[in-house]
């Protein structure tokens, strides 16, 4: 059995301690955005990264967010709840950078996907409540793309045994 109050998770205690903890972590996923949550992840964003396809940086949003700040919220909270993303806020652009001057092949370029800021924020947002959960799920001996462990030191502890 599970009551939700508010933003806090009361859980059934499990017979298994193991299993208990993990529908409740399961259950913290699926919980609406909060607004400090959105919050923090527009301010996470770098200021002057690639625009969206309306050609906004994450800049304008940050620096009107008195005005912004509460349509943002509102539009990421319906959109970030849905199994699915409308039509239009999962639109992007891909750009081709130039990597030197005078480029003449498809190697001289650096392609940029242009993706608008609600669905960075969305995105955002459930990364960093991924990252609050991975760690339960990652096994201690995976080393690569895990924070704070290198990819060759799987090889490397092998090379020792």
Known sequence: MEFEIGLIMLCKVHE?????RHACLSNELELPFSDQEIKDSVWSCSRDKSPGPDGCTVELFKRYWNILGKDVMEAIKEYG?????PKGVNSAFIALIPKKLNPIG???????????IIQKVISKTMANRLKKVLHHQISPEQSAFVNDRQILDGPSLSTKL
């Open 16 to 20: 298994n301690e193991e299993e208990g």
């Open 81 to 85: 709840n849905r199994p699915y993303v």
């Open 106 to 116: 498809v190697g001289d370029f650096r392609p940029i996907s242009l993706v608008g």
